[in-house]
């Protein structure tokens, strides 16, 4: 997510590596000698042309701080995204397209700062619908349709195209169904969907900034049709993306999968984040802790929660449950991320690539059902 309309700085080409910590970048990058771990949610802007590179092996001169491993793995070449500058703090300056006002939408629309009701975000109970009835039919058609508008999305990632764009053309597929775009004002949310490049892992706001030859991006779609939600996401590998970027996606899809193999009635929650866990940290990754998966239904956001990350959480999937389950895979060791001015945008500490993946699973009586593949 983006703090003006303008383009957001960022930084030309980099080969990026785990002894490139936050606190080297701020050395490279930053302008004054105020240390970038002040604040979680603060990170050094570069100036514009100001190049960040780094050795081919470990700084002869410098050391990791002490809570970061001395890793010094090759995250490879790839444009980092940071808040430009001025910085401007939340996202009312950023214009919202219209929606029809003859299409349905869930109540956060038209509420006060677009914040979800008391029923919503926190609703209690199980969360579970009565299958082979109307939710169901209707979960399965909103599924449907956010499928289809994910594949239209990813038809139009190409080197050169806008974000922004790409969101105008969702916004326009979505409503011309007669749907919502679920994310649009909820909590302030100025967008029809997201889009994270590179660095960010999640809740990137469609901007200015062409895609360019090498970027990885993750388009997060959810649309409001018949009363439920549907939600889903990918990775786009735009135009020639190196081994390293390549791996990590390939990665994020297998952690995916691996998590959905493990659902069924009757099976633990928490054994999606254990198979995700031990999947990535075979392969030298971490998994992100500070994003879940979640219920969905006629709300948007609800219990049951799906931690990806290694957990002891209680609670059994039961026929009738209906959740996503969507891991942000991190390059490295670090899985810690912060938050831009937005409120929104959430960048890797490191500026280490991120990549997510979701679909969105109904547990049946025999098994599990992907509404979204």
Known sequence: MFLSRSVPHRLPRISVQNSCSRRCIASTLASSSTSSRQ???S????SPGRRLSTPTGPPA?????????????????YSVILPPEP????????TQRPVPYHIPRPPYADAEGGSP????????GDSRIALGGEAERCLRKAGSLAKQTLEYAVSLAQVGVTTDAIDAAVHRFIIERGAYPSPLRYNGYPKACCTSVNNIVVHGIPDDRPLEDGDIVNIDITVFLDGYHGDTSKMILVGD???????????????????IAVCGPGQLFRAIGNVIHTLTAERGYSVSSDFTGHGIGDVFHRAPWILHHRND???????????TIEPAIIQGANPRSWIFPDGWTASTENCARSAQQE???????????????
């Not at 910085?87 to 950023?94: L, S």
């Not at 679909?359 to 593949?373: A, C, K």
């Open 117 to 124: 009701p008391a029923t919503g975000l926190f609703r209690l």
């Open 39 to 41: 604040r979680r949610n």
């Open 87 to 94: 910085f401007v703090f939340g996202t009312t300056h950023i």
């Open 313 to 323: 959480e209680p609670g059994r999937m039961q026929p009738g449950h209906c959740f």
């Open 359 to 373: 679909h969105m699973v109904l547990i049946t009586e025999s098994g599990v059902d992907v509404l979204t593949r």
């Open 61 to 77: 001169a410098s050391h990791p701080p002490d809570d970061e491993p001395a890793e010094f793995d090759d995250f490879g070449s």
């Open 43 to 46: 990170f050094p802007t570069p």
């Open 241 to 259: 993306v190196d081994a390293p970027g390549r791996a990590l996606v390939s990665t994020t899809t297998d952690a995916l999968e691996a998590g």
